[in-house]
Structures are given as structure tokens and as C-alpha cells.
């Protein structure tokens, strides 16, 4: 089936700095979602995205849709330690079907 | 409180056993989502519904079946489960909109399922 491909896998960082993670794909998508989730939680949608080329933020996040609408990216600033999590990407090739979702950033913060 | 309710939120089961699953979509969500997170592992779709008809079927066992019922709540049910079954199963909801519209998932707080 299609899969989506997440980098970094895991990251390390400390407090303050900012993080970068993509999702990319094979295939064009026509929606692409990002998630968090902390352990034993459901995901937490962050952004969502619907058109290429989209940059939208949400306080320190910062996503945007790929101009060649198969990848996405996620840009955190000034992280915080609340931020550790497992960041997950999603993509939709045609609305109301099923979402894809990456296998996952895992993100820890460092004080 | 996304809004979506999964029950229960644990369950303990031994292999072989049935279990039942249930899901009540966001208010005004009419399509339904399934998925299985394995230990550290990412969110695997199972099965989507629509307002009671099945959508989209993705990596789901031939011993699981779903079904969403005329007030749209859902049920996934597991059957002669095996230890590999222990998982997180998350229900989502969405509404289906046009283009432009927004067109996310949200999800329910899980369902822990461990099969000993």
C-alpha cells in the first residue's frame, strides 16, 4: 500500500533550538495533516494543509505543503520541553477518503 | 475531549477470546476511521466507513471485522485474538466536505487491548 516516508526517525535536542522534520511521498496528495502524539494518547491534530505550495503556522509551528504536493514539512521554533512527542504526518490523495500516516518523528527536548 | 469516545479503555483478554470495540464519532462526523498502533509503531488504517457503508478497507485481518450503525456509532470486533493482536486501536472521525472544506481526522483517546 502507499506509504509515506518521516525524517528524522528520532531527534535530540536541546531546549531553545529550533527542529525541522518531512514527510515525503511517491504519490501526490491532496491534503496533508500533522499530528502529535504523547504516550498513551490519541493524536492531536496541528495543522492541516490543503493546497501546494500552503505555509501555515500555529503559535511556534510553522507547516507547509510541498509544492509538488508529495511531501510536507514541520518546522518547530524556540522548542520547549512539553514539545517531546511523537510528530506523525498524514496525507489524503482525494477528500473523504482514507488518510496515510507516516511511521513518525520522535522528538525529545533536552533542558 | 475531542469529542470522538472510544470504550472501553483497557482491556485485557486472553488468546482466542472476542472482543468488541466501540466508537462515537465526533457530533456531525459522518465517516468513521479505524487504526491499530503496535508497540512504537505508527498508526496502520484498518477500515473506513461513510454514514453506515464501508469506504475503504486498508491492512485489516480477516478475523476483525467493523461495522458502523444507523446513529454512526462504530464497532470493530477481534476475534480469536493472538498475543500479536495487543495494540492501541484508535476510531477517528471526519466530516466529508468539498474541496476547501476542512477534511481532518480526529481521533478518540484509544483503546489498549493486550492479549495474554
Known amino acids: 500500500g502507499q506509504q509515506l516516508n518521516q525524517s528524522p526517525q528520532s531527534m535530540f535536542i536541546q531546549e531553545g533550538e529550533d527542529v525541522s522534520m518531512n514527510c515525503t511521498s511517491s504519490?501526490?496528495?491532496?491534503?496533508w495533516l500533522w499530528y502529535k502524539q504523547e504516550p498513551g494518547e490519541g493524536p492531536v491534530l496541528l495543522i492541516a494543509l490543503y493546497k501546494a505550495g500552503e505555509l501555515t503556522s500555529n503559535g511556534r509551528l510553522t507547516a507547509q505543503f510541498g509544492i509538488t504536493r508529495k511531501d510536507s514539512f514541520l518546522n518547530i521554533s524556540a522548542s520547549i520541553p512539553s514539545d517531546v512527542g511523537i510528530y506523525f504526518c498524514?496525507?489524503?490523495?482525494?477528500?473523504?477518503?482514507?488518510?496515510?500516516f507516516g511511521p513518525g518523528t520522535r522528538l525529545s527536548v533536552l533542558p | 475531549d475531542s469529542g470522538v469516545t472510544q470504550t472501553p479503555k483497557h482491556l485485557i483478554t486472553a488468546t482466542g477470546q472476542r472482543v468488541t470495540l466501540r466508537c462515537s464519532p465526533r457530533s456531525g462526523d459522518l465517516s468513521v476511521y479505524w487504526y491499530q498502533q503496535s508497540l512504537d509503531q505508527g498508526l496502520q488504517f484498518l477500515i473506513q466507513?461513510?454514514?453506515?457503508?464501508?469506504?475503504a478497507k486498508g491492512n485489516i485481518l480477516e478475523r476483525f471485522s467493523a461495522q458502523q450503525f444507523p446513529d454512526l456509532h462504530s464497532e470493530l470486533n477481534l476475534s480469536s485474538l493472538e498475543l500479536g493482536d495487543s495494540a492501541l486501536y484508535f476510531c477517528a472521525s471526519s466530516v466529508v466536505r468539498g474541496p476547501g472544506g476542512a477534511n481532518v481526522l480526529t481521533f478518540g483517546a484509544g483503546s489498549r487491548l493486550t492479549v495474554l
Open positions: 504519490s501526490i496528495f491532496n491534503t
Open positions: 466507513y461513510y454514514n453506515g457503508e464501508e469506504r
Open positions: 498524514a496525507g489524503q490523495h482525494n477528500y473523504g477518503q482514507n488518510f496515510v
